[in-house]
């Protein structure tokens, strides 16, 4: 049965090569004999704190953090590569591992505390929320305000197209996972997406797979916009900068708002620390207080619920996207747009 | 035989079996409905979403193109948190989605939408299908979507509501039960008081029921007075037989007495003598027996409608003593009266039938030269009237059983006697709703007899 799923997934994502590519991967050794494998999409310096925080209670356990784009982690676990849990800011593609039959169920006091919106059955669980933004340096505004919707900034990269020419960067959604969820998300949602896409697309954007070289580019002054960038990592990485040219802004008419979700492979080994690990980040994630984790909390997204925008819904409806021929028609329309 | 159990029990079982079974009737037909109606509302989403996909189908150069609307699955995903599965071929060959997922066993009719069960991945999906044909290029291409649900959803909402539907069940049932419990006992209250009235009769009370009664007691009713009726017929002819056959020999009695006691008289010799006296105690013995059946059918006949006439039981003991004096006399006995005035309601003849027999028993079995005594008391709720001898006492036997009939005591021999004496004065008292006390005499050793009787 799996591998004629796992044929659908390889032509769900037609992207080339099957070997996992992990991007980095550190082993912080614990004192006793049981390891923890993690398989993430956040980078290792995002997630350096959680883990030294996760083993100050329980030192004896080893944990092998691994990072991959979301897309790779998705093959390894639909692969059935060895992992204990997989955190991934790609809902969609986590959606479609639970729902083919990849994830495990778990329940515990902690996952029960969860909302409704924050979980799918008892296989994923969502333990932070995380709003798309825009990064941009007010540098190029000149006099004007700053963009507060789409409209806004459509008429601003209109007005002056020669301050953005190459210097526009987004997600390139045909690499990226959560860019993919993020152009999808958006152009079901509003229709100024494609009427922005457009505009960008005639002004020669840059393409990038990940939210922190968006950013980094920003601050270097290469780029003077960077769209739909992961608010976490931009205000993460905004907070060790002292130009204060470099601004995030929520765009107002619309804005996504991503889970980040965490499932229990279904051939994880280990899957009572798995437990113990996913009560700890579901402790953090509901936390109250405004302390100081890299990544925002569950409960803001119930501030942002107050705005109009919920947080994406986890459902099998993430899983229209992904579909090999929504896709194929999605990205050509994106190429079109993008690409001219 | 097999144990009868109460006809209240019994009904209450049988309405709480009719209850549970109805219970559980209940609780099955509403279970099923439950899961008929979460299986129905899972296949119109099915259906809905198979169509939304459908209806996407269309032809493009020739070529079956076709995009998934959001939709289709969001409103699968708003029913439950259930696993989708989907699937679309043209012409047989697979679209896009899951080439294993179980496609429609029959070929579908165009637009008609054909449901299945089916396991996939390890678990039990429900698959909607329908077929739509596109035009691709010059032949129409036959275009299959299925879309399939697993049944979680289905499964916890249909057994929320059956739980629902039991705990609903078990409590109707307990509610049945209870009222079960008092629809028996009302509907036998009727029966239960019949009974009462039944059984608060009297021993002699032969009268017909008179009460109402259900319909159904009706019949019982009937039965039971007409028995009675029989009964009292046969009783009164009984007693009229003694009485007639009693009064027809004490008449003969007597002139066969007189004429013994003038043969008596003239008789030559102590041998004829001796014989004639013997003659005169058997026939003295004959009539006093006769007497005694006439006394006791008496009774029987007039308790079966007392006098209540109201009396002063001083006087009453007073005018039999009177009457009894000369026979006392004979054997030098005396009657000592001590009487107090003691008012009861009552048939004077049936009591001073009573009293009489008493005495002349007492009178009978005392020695010569002795005293009998009589009191007469009353209380705040009895009066009595205490006659005690100086006899030889009632025997060995138990008391109580000297007050049948034709019962003589173990220490009566030589002494004439019917045995109805006792017999008599003990249904007169009942039938007066008092009682007659047997026990020896408290100042002697004799015999003690009290009469008790309700105050008037």
Known sequence: MRHICLALCLSVLALPGLAQEIEARKVYPGTGDHSLRIISTADLDVFHPYILAFQKARPDLTVEYSVASSVELYKAIRAEAEYDLALSSAMDLQMQLAND?????????????????????????????????????????????LPATRQDLINLLRTHPDRFVNAVGTYDVRESGLGYLFATQEARSTDAYWR?????????????????????????????????????????????????????????????????TAIIPANARNTDDA?????????????????????????????????????????????????????????????????? | ????????????????????????????????????????????????????????????????????????????????????????????????????????????ASGRITFQTEDYLGEAVRTASVRRNVLAGTRAVPVDVTVAQTLGGVRAISGQLSRTAAGLSIAFFIVAVGLSALAARTSLRPLNSFAQAVSRRGPSDLRPLRRDTPSELAPLRSALNRLMDR????????????????????????TVRTQAEIALRSAPDADARQRLRQIIRAVDESSRSAGQLLDHATVAFRAEDLAQDRMDLGVLVTQTAAALEPTATMKDIRL??????????????LLDSALRNILDNAIKYSPEETTVRIKVRAAEKTARITVSDDGPGLGDGPARALTGRFCRGSNTEGIIGSGLGLTIAAEVLEAHGGQLDLGPNPEGNGTCVTFVLPSA
């Open chain 1, 101 to 145: 039959g990849f994830a495990q169920g778990y329940r515990s006091t902690r996952t029960d505390a969860l909302p409704d919106w924050a979980r799918w059955r008892d296989l994923i669980y969502a333990f932070t929320a995380e709003p798309a933004v825009v990064v941009l340096s007010t540098k190029v505004l000149g006099d004007r305000p």
């Open chain 1, 275 to 340: 437990g113990a690990m996913m009560d700890w980040l579901l402790e953090v994630g509901l936390r109250e207080s405004a302390d100081a984790w890299p990544l925002p909390p569950l409960n803001k997204s119930s501030a942002a619920a107050t705005t109009g925008f919920g947080p994406i819904r986890l459902g099998p409806a993430l899983m229209i996207y992904l579909d090999p021929l929504n896709r194929r028609a999605f990205l050509e329309e994106w190429e079109n747009a993008l690409e001219q």
């Open chain 2, 336 to 349: 000592e009266l001590d009487t107090a005035p003691a008012h009861v309601n009552g048939d004077a003849v």
């Open chain 2, 231 to 254: 009964l009292g017929q046969s009783i009164r002819r009984s007693e009229d037989f003694i009485a007639e056959a009693a009064h027809r020999v004490r008449t003969p009695l007597a």
């Open chain 2, 1 to 108: 035989m097999i144990p009868q159990i109460s006809i209240g029990r019994r009904l209450t079982a049988l309405l709480a079996g009719v209850a549970a079974v109805l219970s559980l009737l209940s609780w099955s037909m509403v279970s099923g409905l439950a899961r008929q109606a979460a299986a129905q509302s899972q296949d119109n989403v099915l259906a809905a979403s198979a169509t939304t996909i459908a209806e996407t189908v269309r032809s493009e150069q020739g070529e079956v193109r076709l995009e998934l609307p959001y939709s289709a699955f969001s409103m699968l995903g708003a029913i439950s948190e259930d696993r989708v599965f989907y699937k679309v071929t043209a012409g047989g060959t697979l679209l896009t989605g899951y080439a294993d997922l179980p496609a429609p066993r029959a070929d579908p």
């Open chain 1, 196 to 260: 922005l896409s457009e505009v960008m697309g005639r002004l020669l954007p840059r393409l990038f797979c990940c939210s922190s070289q968006m950013v980094e580019e920003v601050i270097a002054g290469d780029l003077a916009l960077a769209y739909n960038v992961l608010g976490s990592y931009a205000s993460e990485r905004l907070a060790r900068e002292t130009d204060d040219t470099i601004r995030i802004v929520r765009m107002e008419d619309f804005a996504n708002v991503m889970l980040r």
